[in-house]
């Protein structure tokens, strides 16, 4: 009943930077957290960042001061600026929400199909 759909991905050279949309939609009574993971090849997914509706904030040591998450609660839209971008960082960016559908007790956890992060040396 929730759908995310995430923007933004592409190629950069080491140094550079990306801002990664994810726009969710559906019959969404609240969102509580979005957040960012990321997944590369052989390895686990790990968290990138999550933001509360309230504007809390939460990041992963490697990403913290280089990568800044914000929502716009209005468009139930989420975004990832990422700064100073290694080529560690090069991974599929999953968009996370855990969200309320039709009443304030219903709530799930939902994921995007990801976008793909590459960073060149």
């Known amino acids: 009943q929730v759908q995310l759909v995430e923007s933004g991905g592409g190629l950069v050279q080491a140094g550079g930077s990306l801002r990664l949309s994810c726009a969710a939609s559906?019959?969404?009574?609240?969102?509580?957290?979005m957040g960012w993971y990321r997944q590369a090849p052989g390895n686990e997914r790990e968290l990138v960042a999550v933001?509360?509706?309230?504007?809390?904030?939460n990041y992963a040591d490697s990403m913290k001061g280089r990568f800044t998450i914000s929502m716009n609660n209005a468009k139930n839209t989420v975004y990832l600026q990422m700064n100073s971008l290694k080529p560690e960082d090069t991974a599929v960016y999953y968009c996370?929400?855990?969200?309320?559908?039709?009443?304030?007790?219903?709530?799930?956890?939902?994921w995007g199909q990801g976008t793909q992060v590459t960073v060149s040396s």
């Open positions: 933001i509360s509706s309230g504007g809390s904030t």
């Open positions: 996370n929400a855990e969200a309320s559908v039709g009443s304030w007790y219903d709530r799930g956890n939902y």
């Open positions: 559906g019959s969404i009574f609240s969102i509580n957290v």
